[in-house]
């Protein structure tokens, strides 16, 4: 088994217990209704802003890290970190713009809806606290190249989750996609960079075989994370 097959099958209990979460099934099966979808795609997007934000920050600061610390494959994975990180500039805007839209869909309905900017102001719940200690955790750490398993794991949510999540709401929500700007572009443009993940890790890991572990901590904690904070926005919006 090459390193990088060792980290898919070491991930597997982590993305099993993603992808078999009550919450995570319920936000892509019809059963959840049209109008408690919209109530957690609100949430999702007003409490998304602070994990999405800061990715194009810590995707640079790790890779500069990455450089710092030097060494056999750590190099040449800090400079391709710091080039792809443009590519996750400005992502939480979208979710800003969506939740304005969708909180606008909600009152042109009549249904009562919440003030976008009293739901941006939200407190941070745990798990986005967590998720956000664990970037700045890599970051400052011994193992600051665990970033990129971080980035993969997440980046692969958009192909499964986040395009079950999107064919729902476009469904249920009868959307041209207007509401769907995160989700949307998120199912296209992860495609790739999930596949320079998958190439960056492969390349590392066979450079550094040792790693493996810190990656593998690294991406389940960051699906764990994630899996909580899903839970946590559907507890939030009973309708
Ligand atoms: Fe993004
Ligand atoms: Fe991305």
């Not at 600051?144 to 993969?152: D, K, L, S, T, V």
């Not at 993940?197 to 066979?206: D, E, I, P, T, V």
């Amino acid at each position: 088994m090459t390193t990088i097959e060792s980290y898919e099958s070491a991930l597997d209990p982590a993305r099993t217990a993603f992808a078999q979460d009550p919450s995570v099934r319920l936000v892509q099966d019809p059963a959840i209704g049209e109008t408690r979808l919209e109530s957690f795609l609100i949430t999702f997007n007003a409490l998304g802003v602070a994990m999405t934000e800061p990715v194009e920050g810590w995707i640079r600061r790790a890779g500069q890290a990455c450089v710092d610390t030097g060494g056999s494959g750590t190099t040449e994975l800090g400079e391709a970190l710091q080039k792809h990180a443009a590519g996750e500039a400005d992502h939480h805007l979208m979710m800003i713009s969506d939740l304005r839209a969708l909180c606008d869909r909600r009152t042109r309905a009549g249904r009562p809806a919440p003030d976008p900017d009293d739901m941006l102001g939200l407190e941070w719940p745990e798990p986005v606290h967590r998720y956000r200690e664990l970037h700045e955790d890599v970051i400052a750490g011994d193992t600051p190249f665990a970033q990129i398993a971080i980035e993969n794991e997440i980046e692969l949510l958009s192909l499964g989750f986040g395009a079950g999540m999107l064919d729902n709401a476009r469904t249920l929500l009868h959307s041209d996609g207007s509401e769907l700007s995160f989700l949307d572009e998120h199912v296209s443009l992860d495609v790739g960079h999930t596949a320079f993940n998958k190439r960056q890790m492969a390349g590392f890991l066979s450079e550094r075989p040792d790693a493996l572990e810190p990656l593998v901590q690294a991406g389940t904690a960051a699906l764990d994370a994630y899996r909580a904070f899903v839970g946590h926005c559907l507890a939030l919006s009973p309708e």
